[in-house]
């Protein structure tokens, strides 16, 4: 399985900008980047995924860099609610082995 | 529309007991994966069921096991409890496989064997 890095922690302050990166250098290319955050006693939730273009939805949006090694997912402007572990996972396109592998992920700190 | 449905949500056991727990998947959905969450261990992949077929399993013992409906509600197994099982046990579902289907967690069920 194709790996992930990502920090083990950020922290931002209330209505400003989060940028969480991640690193994956042996994505290969059928591979899709996909992100999902866990609230605390709660499940994952997905967030975005993608492949090659950046793409927005009304959670976030997803900067992914033009050899694929790298991306940022971006939550435009940061609430309380969005204090959460967040999970930069890879999953091949072709299908097949449908496992999510979570490494440890980001735990983001919003402050008021 | 319903989300997915794990029950039941808190459950004690004792050791050397079994346990079966359920899933029901967002209506269409026909990919069920089961994860197990623990402090230590962080996420880890169970096993993964589509149409009815296991596709995939996760490196845990036989005394896990699951199944998959005609109506893709699951059901995970875990016989002989030890304490070690206590965790957090997601179910997830998604419309098709792939990488370009993202999948919906359910709260999870919290087994804890005493």
């Known amino acids: 399985d194709a790996k992930t890095t990502q920090p083990n922690s950020m922290e931002s302050n209330e209505e400003e900008p989060v940028h969480l990166p991640c690193n994956h250098s042996?994505?290969?290319?059928?591979?899709?980047i996909h992100w999902y955050r866990q609230l605390p006693s709660q499940g994952p939730e997905y967030v975005i995924h993608?492949?090659?273009s950046n793409v927005n939805n009304r959670m976030a949006s997803l900067a992914i860099a033009e050899d694929r090694k790298s991306s940022t997912l971006i939550l435009h402007r940061a609430t309380l609610r969005d204090a959460a572990v967040y999970y930069c996972?890879?999953?091949?396109?072709?299908?097949?082995?449908?496992?999510?592998?979570f490494g440890k992920g980001t735990k983001l700190t919003v402050n008021p | 529309k319903a989300g997915v449905t794990q029950t039941p949500r808190y459950l004690i056991k004792t050791r050397g007991q079994q346990v079966t727990l359920s899933c029901s998947p967002i209506?269409?959905?026909?990919?069920v994966s089961w994860y197990q969450q623990t402090p230590g261990q962080g996420l880890q992949f169970l096993f993964e069921?589509?149409?009815?077929?296991?596709?995939n399993k996760g490196n845990f013992p036989g005394r896990f096991s699951g199944r998959q409906f005609s109506n893709s509600r699951s059901e995970m197994n875990v016989s002989t409890l030890e304490l070690g099982d206590s965790a957090l046990y997601l179910c997830?579902?998604?419309?098709?496989?792939?990488?370009?289907?993202?999948?919906?967690f359910g709260s999870g069920t919290r087994l804890t064997v005493v």
């Open positions: 069921y589509f149409s009815e077929t296991q596709r």
């Open positions: 993608g492949l090659t």
């Open positions: 997830a579902s998604s419309l098709a496989t792939g990488g370009g289907y993202g999948y919906t």
């Open positions: 209506s269409g959905h026909r990919s």
């Open positions: 996972i890879l999953r091949d396109g072709r299908g097949g082995s449908e496992k999510l592998v």
């Open positions: 042996t994505i290969s290319g059928t591979d899709y």
